[in-house]
């Protein structure tokens, strides 16, 4: 029964894919030029195996297209007027498509804390241009429950929320809710006693096994772990095995060699790559940056069986911090407008489950580095969309010019 069942997913994934190629090829110019130059037409490609004959579009080829062909690079299928919503991501990049699509996926992953009529849901990622916490806060009014629209950041505020309105749902990073949580007890409260927050909903970074151990043993929360990207939206979901993560039913994932595109088999390490049933903004082929792995075996919980193994790593030196990209380019250019400084390099550590990031910067001699490093600091989340901990001046020549723009020194455990 469940084999069945689960041919009729594939099947179902199958024929939307088709209808999807056929669209985005007659209307988007990008998918057009992508067929074109890849020798295929939407015939070509009948089901999800035949997807390895298209070309990946990678983020930075995408920050590309977009400079060179405003505002999507050539890959919207429908006129600008009928965008709902319009976002600006790091990269940066435009961000549009179909609203419905994103929610509707959220709508289903919601269903495993069973959220509802009487459910006050604090959504604790950025209001600000970028697009997670507002399909956030759709999903979560579609179900009928109450969307708080804290926002990142004033941990005070988001304690005093919490309590007072006696907050039974949080959507946002682990390390945030870490936060609340010790800010919370360092202002005298018995958190678990206190506060009535039954569920976390977590996705943007790396949930260490200690951290959600002691959110579901000492917090009494049931914690959900996701995954997704602010150009596709959220696709794969914890159940309640914890046995890795599932698919939406309404995308395709496919692990990729990332040097050939090609679609590798369970258990082997590549990048990971959807395609979205978005008929307005047609990313087909979008590849992550992340990489992963996948499972085939049957979960004891009944669901497809396909299965992502979290996240491994990163295909390029492309950085997330606190649920924000930061590219290489992004930072080449804007340091760019300061003159003064030589090198640079942007180390990211994590210290207590919080990321922390440090530009690393030669200056020239004579620099005022305190006014450098406050406009800095000042300006960087302008940029970036997330808040940079401090700048570390060092002597000459201590960057090589070969070095990384961006070091990762975080360990997962």
């Not at 419905?100 to 990622?125: A, I, P």
């Not at 708080?148 to 959507?171: C, F, R």
Request: aromatic share 8%.
């Amino acid at each position: 029964m469940e084999a069945r069942a689960n041919e009729g997913l594939w099947e179902y994934r199958n024929q939307r894919l088709r209808h999807l190629v056929r669209h985005a090829y007659e209307n988007a110019p990008a998918i057009r030029a992508k067929f074109d130059s890849a020798g295929i037409k939407p015939e070509n490609v009948q089901t999800v195996k035949d997807l390895d004959k298209i070309p990946v579009t990678t983020k930075d080829e995408l920050v590309r297209l977009q400079k060179e062909t405003p505002p999507f690079g050539g890959f919207l299928a429908t006129p600008l007027e009928n965008l709902e919503k319009i976002f600006l991501s790091p990269g940066p990049l435009f961000d549009g498509g179909n609203v419905k699509e994103r929610v509707s996926r959220l709508v289903e992953m919601f269903d495993l804390v069973k959220v509802g009529r009487g459910d006050r849901v604090m959504v604790t990622y950025s209001y600000h241009l970028v697009p997670p916490a507002h399909w956030m806060d759709e999903a979560i009014r579609a179900l009928g429950a109450t969307a708080i629209p804290s926002g990142a950041g004033n941990t005070d505020s988001q304690v005093k929320i919490m309590h007072d309105l006696e907050v039974t749902g949080y959507v946002g990073t682990p390390s945030f809710l870490n936060l609340i949580i010790k800010r919370a007890e360092e202002m005298g409260y018995d958190f678990r006693g206190d506060f009535k927050l039954r569920f976390a909903m977590t996705s943007a970074e790396m949930l260490p096994p200690s951290l959600r151990q002691s959110f579901e043993e000492k917090y009494g929360i049931q914690v959900v772990d996701i995954i997704g990207t602010a150009d596709v939206g959220w696709f794969t979901y914890e159940c309640e095995q914890k046995s890795g993560y599932h698919l939406s039913r309404d995308i395709i994932v496919e692990i990729v060699d990332p040097a050939t595109g090609k679609q590798l088999g369970p258990g082997e390490l590549g990048e990971l790559v959807v395609t979205p049933f978005d008929d307005s903004y047609t990313l087909i082929r979008f590849g992550t940056g992340d990489l992963s792995a996948y499972t085939d075996e049957p979960c004891p919980c009944g669901r497809e069986p396909f299965r992502l193994l979290g996240m491994k790593g990163r295909v390029g030196e492309a950085v997330k911090i606190r649920g924000m990209f930061v590219h290489p380019n992004q930072l080449k250019q804007w340091l760019a407008d300061f003159p003064e400084v030589k090198r640079f390099q942007l180390q990211v550590d994590q210290v207590q489950y919080r990321d922390v990031a440090t530009l690393r910067v030669e200056a020239e001699a004579g620099t005022d580095k305190e006014r450098l490093s406050a406009a800095i600091i000042s300006r960087f989340p302008q940029v970036c969309m997330v808040k940079l901990d401090k700048v570390e001046f060092l002597p000459p020549d201590a960057i090589s010019p070969e070095a990384k723009v961006v070091v990762d020194q975080r360990k997962w455990e």
